[in-house]
């Protein structure tokens, strides 16, 4: 909607931001097989919007971390194309909580190769925090996870569950994921 009010569209929905189809949201360059996950991983009480490309892993390996701030986007931070960043693997099959209860969420990945591993945002940079190097009883759930606070405390859990069956809840306990 260029140059006139947002419109309302009489259903307690309206529009609040638009990038009136120019394809780009702060700078990224919105397209076909992105992914993009929403949580607050700075621990500000609001969300943050981590942006990846999930092509080829030599061509499409831009990531980047984006906040809503006074009707615009700004970049809080990237990995401007490095193939060199550990959390690269994992940018395709994400879940976000948060898992250790400290009021940030985290991004949990599966790479193709059958580890899950853990990253925290530290304000300049996302760090390896945890991870089962193939071998965890996540292992058989790793394609059916669900993020969700189940037990009702400050810690968010991953409900699995596999064709055969069996469906799982797991929590992070400090150093490892333990049956829920």
Request: proline fraction near 3%; glycine fraction near 16%; charge should be negative.
């Amino acid at each position: 909607f260029k140059g006139g009010a947002l419109p309302d569209f009489d259903n307690g929905w309206k529009q609040s931001w638009t990038n009136n189809a120019d394809g780009n949201i702060g700078g990224w360059t919105v397209r076909d097989g992105d992914k993009f996950y929403a949580g607050d991983f700075n621990h500000d009480g609001e969300e943050e919007l981590l942006c990846v490309q999930t092509g080829d892993d030599m061509v499409d390996t831009w990531m980047t971390l984006l906040k809503y701030n006074a009707g615009t986007w700004e970049w809080l931070w990237s990995n401007y194309g490095s193939t060199d960043h550990p959390m690269l693997p994992y940018r395709s099959n994400g879940l976000i909580g948060d898992f250790d209860g400290d009021g940030k969420d985290e991004f949990l990945g599966n790479d193709v190769d059958g580890w899950t591993t853990v990253f925290h945002f530290d304000g300049s940079d996302w760090v390896w925090g945890w991870s089962d190097y193939g071998d965890h009883p996540i292992v058989p759930y790793k394609d059916r996870l669900l993020v969700g606070n189940f037990v009702g405390d400050s810690k968010d859990e991953i409900l699995g569950w596999d064709i055969g069956g069996w469906t799982t809840m797991f929590r992070f306990e400090g150093a490892d994921w333990t049956w829920g």
